[in-house]
Nanobody, 118 residues
Framework: QVQLVESGGGLVQPGGSLTLSCAAS????????MGWYRQAPGKQRELVAS???????KLADSVKGRFTISRDNAKNTMYLQMNSLKPEDTAVYYC????????????WGQGIQVTVSS
């Protein structure tokens, strides 16, 4: 069982910045991929950014140039630096951890609210 704890969300004005953190614990097996997903009211959950154990990154087109994903493998912690935030970034952000080789797993955090509003 992997526990994922998100922190760093909140209310920010348009153009502002926030940094989300996701701390993983509970497994001695390497997490292959960690990612941030978000879900806005009335919309489907979507991938924002992901990073694998080799630190190869993927970013959604909507956040390229504004968000940066990083990972500290030693601490099993992932970060999402969000700059130039827009009202359309408002959503619940979820941390995800996957392992693609046995023992396979796919775990989610409880979610954290990010609200961009003046």
């Amino acid at each position: 069982q992997v526990q994922l704890v998100e922190s760093g969300g909140g209310l920010v004005q348009p153009g502002g910045s926030l940094t989300l953190s996701c701390a993983a614990s509970g497994s001695s097996f390497t997490i292959d991929e960690m990612g941030w997903y978000r879900q806005a009211p009335g919309k489907q959950r979507e991938l924002v950014a992901s990073i694998n154990s080799g630190k190869s990154r993927k970013l959604a087109d909507s956040v390229k140039g504004r968000f940066t994903i990083s990972r500290d493998n030693a601490k099993n912690t992932m970060y999402l630096q969000m700059n130039s935030l827009k009202p359309e970034d408002t959503a619940v952000y979820y941390c995800n951890a996957k392992r693609f080789i046995p023992p396979h797993y796919d775990y989610w955090g409880q979610g954290i609210q990010v609200t961009v509003s003046s």
